[in-house]
């Protein structure tokens, strides 16, 4: 593709009155000085004001501004414990002990914008450049199911090769794969993706192929430190055009949305506010918010100074502390760690309230069919910084990370009954607020937990999991919940009908 066509593509791509409906009165939802005034108001907050905003939480209801920024105002060690307990009791509440999983697959690292932290940014020349046909997305897609995977948030830089036309295609290449299984088969049940901002018009093309969830991080909230990060002559310069992505997501019909900041690239108490703000903002203009948040921290990228160098990299503990004031904020919406985490701080942060991660994480292109092929230059280090955008601090196998949640009390789940039932949007948000998607969940967590220990997992795997499950099944047995009606006996059905190799039934 000529530098021309690439340049005319890029000058399309903003429609400036998709930013303009959203704004009230000329303006969005981030207004730095308030933000700043809230922290700085509520230093020093009380104990017992502290904990009445505790309590609010676990009632499962969502923190206002002024309430979260109390909460991040803390400073006494005991007052954060109790956060930290809160923070699992409410995860509990709504999502009992599950965890969910899904795996990353990076179809294309062409990028036209500069962000300054990411190897994908098109100055790096040490990058090198690919983007994955159908048949290799399908192999890909083949050697994620093999770990057995069930859910992918499929990830692409912004360049007219893999505009919207180029992910509906990789989207329904990866919902058309389908592998044999040590007893049953394997497949992607649910297809997320992690991609630019676009139109709603390109939004739309992506619900027709059945998009699951739309994942966009905003990066920085800070106004002045997302324009020195991103070139205001790139797409992602216009911090309002990404700000209002998920806004034209909703009105193309996709009502699973996910948000994000990046930390690490500003203060992030800071990011935390911004992060409820967007919230909110989705509830007021759509009634539902985020289906999840995401806070990856900024990992070294190839050739990036800042990745290194921000005077704003957050330590573990103040990692911690902002996992657990979004946990007590928004408390039904899912909280994703992932793998660019290390394993001690991954579990640390699960047990204060994050619901999903990933696994057998590959973000090099074309990084899953290599190490399956184990290529000599894999087998040294299985990480390439001149192929992937940052490094991962996990690298362990999905079987690895599933054995030790299951030996945590954890019951892995590759669930993705609620988007098939129609539990998405408002719906799926209302029955987590009132804490009934996790009693479905528990039921569909134990099937496809069952469908794992039999089609993929290692001999210690499944003599931990089949524990857990015997332990999952008694509990089962005694809630009141699935004693009504004919809900047990459908549910006992459908598990003996899975121990028997019968793939994908769910309630
Ligand atoms: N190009 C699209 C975009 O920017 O929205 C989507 C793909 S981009 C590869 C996905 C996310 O990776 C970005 O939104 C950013 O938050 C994250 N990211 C970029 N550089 C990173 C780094 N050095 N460490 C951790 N995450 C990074
Ligand atoms: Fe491109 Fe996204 Fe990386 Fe920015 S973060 S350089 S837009 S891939």
Redesign the pocket.
Known sequence: MSELAVNDWVKQVIKTDEIDKYLIDGKDFIDEEVIKNELSVHRNPDKQQVRDIIAKSLRIERLEPWETATLLNVEEPDIWEEMYAAGLAVKRKVYDNRIVFFAPL?CS?L?V?N?A????RYENKDEKRRILSMDEVRQETEAVISEGHKRMIV????HPRSDADYIARTIETIYGVRKKARRGFGDIRRVNI????MSIADLKKLWNVGIGTY?????TYHKPTYAGLHPANTI?GNYRW?LY?LHRAMEAGIDDLAI???F?LYNWRFEVMGLLYHAIDLERQFGIGPHTI?F??????SG?FV?THSKYLVNDEDFKKLVTVLRLSVPYTGLIITA?ERPELRRAVIRVGCTQTDASTKIGIGGYTAALKKLSYLEQSDQEIDKQ???LGDTRHLDDVVRELAEMGMITSFCTAGYRCGRTGDKIMGLLKSCTEGKFCKLNAVLTFREYLDDYASPETKAIGENLIDQELAQIREIPFFRQGTLLETFEKMYQDTLKGKRDVYI
């Open positions: 990076y690292n990028c914008n962000c932290y990411c190897g994908f990830v692409y830089g912004e992690n991609a630019a901002p994942q966009v991080f905003q990066e992602k990404r992505a994000g900041a990046l690490g995401s990856p921290r900024m990992t070294p990228a990036s990745s660019r955008q940052f490094t």
